[in-house]
């Protein structure tokens, strides 16, 4: 059996996407980018980038670990909650 990437793995997981809740509300703007590079580095799912001088987050791919709260709330990060459930990440092995 072949061994599973990272990517093979996440793709056998489902997501219940709120299309219309964010469950995390980042704040754009910010400007550290020190900071910014700790975000983008320390998020399993490579959720946030930064182009052109704004901080872009995408929630809809989003595991649920909590990092992104612990690594940068009240910086990058505004508000963090889970998903309303029963939406979210749904894991499944392969
Ligand atoms: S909770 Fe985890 S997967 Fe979701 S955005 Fe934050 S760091 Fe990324």
Request: charged residues 25%; proline residues 3%; contains cysteine.
């Amino acid at each position: 059996m072949a061994k599973m990437t990272l990517d093979d793995k996440l793709g056998v997981d489902r997501f219940k996407v709120d299309e219309h809740n964010a469950h995390i509300i980042v704040d754009e703007t910010y400007n550290n980018i020190d900071e910014i590079n700790r975000l983008i580095m320390a998020c399993p799912a490579g959720l946030y980038s930064y182009n052109d001088g704004k901080v872009d987050f995408n929630y809809e791919g989003c595991l649920e670990c909590g990092t992104c709260r612990v690594v940068s709330l009240g910086k990058v990060i505004k508000s963090w909650s889970y998903p309303r459930g029963p939406l979210g990440v749904e894991y499944h092995h392969g």
